[in-house]
């Protein structure tokens, strides 16, 4: 099984630019999708970004996905910095019959 | 709007036996597979399992293989978990999601295994 590794924290001042990345153990990033899910606490997660770089509705624009095959890795970039957007994030992915999730990465808005 | 509902979680001893479910609506049931994933107090999100938009087919996280069965009435539009031998470990929340890629999740049900 290959894992899904993120940063354990973030932390960045209201109006700017984050990046969370998600690195792949084994196995090609672009071979499977890359979801991306916030999880306010108390509350159940949400998803952000769906296949790679898509926004469900409802979901603002300074949210959005990419991967990059060189480094085989997914990113999350959140920008102009709220704080509502303070919450554990989490990726997702797959290589068939395995679903994995990255360990969270905690955002934290200073 | 598509919604999901959990229920039938609570407490049980170990070594027992609980029956999840989740009742969807919002949306053509039939046409999508559904995930269960859980969240242990204070851990991240682990997948649990994955079944088929038909029922024909389902996945399971090696933690879960074996203890526990995933299935749905497409008529009812409804998923169950049926988790049998459980362990102290399988303490968490229990959500259920649609798709594989998890667009919409419900709130979940807590499950607390402990004597």
């Known amino acids: 099984n290959f894992m899904l590794t993120q940063p354990h924290s973030v932390s960045e001042s209201p109006g700017k630019t984050v990046t969370i990345s998600c690195t792949r153990s084994s196995g090609t990033i672009a071979s499977h999708y890359v979801q991306w899910f916030q999880q306010r606490p108390g509350s159940a997660p949400t998803t952000v970004i769906y296949e790679d770089n898509q926004r469900p509705s409802g979901v603002p624009d300074r949210f959005s996905g990419s991967i990059d095959s060189s480094s085989n890795s997914a990113s999350l970039t959140i920008s102009g910095l709220k704080n509502e957007d303070e919450a554990d994030y989490y990726c997702h992915s797959s290589d068939g019959t395995n679903r994995v999730f990255g360990g969270g990465t905690t955002l934290t808005v200073l | 709007e598509v919604q999901l509902l959990e229920s039938g979680g609570g407490l049980v001893q170990p070594g027992g036996s609980l029956r999840l479910s989740c009742a969807a609506s919002?949306?053509?049931?039939?046409?999508?597979?559904m995930t269960w994933v859980r969240q242990a107090p204070g851990k991240g999100l682990e997948w649990v399992s994955t079944?088929?938009?038909?029922?024909?087919?389902?996945y399971y996280a090696d933690s879960v293989k074996g203890r526990f069965t995933f299935s749905r009435d497409n008529f009812k539009n409804t998923v169950y978990l049926q988790m049998n031998s459980l362990r102290d470990e399988d303490t968490a929340v229990y959500y259920c999601?649609?798709?594989?890629?998890?667009?919409?999740w419900g709130q979940g049900t807590l499950v607390t295994v402990s004597s």
């Open positions: 079944i088929s938009a038909s029922g024909f087919s389902a």
């Open positions: 919002g949306f053509t049931f039939s046409d999508y597979a």
């Open positions: 999601a649609r798709r594989e890629l998890l667009d919409y």
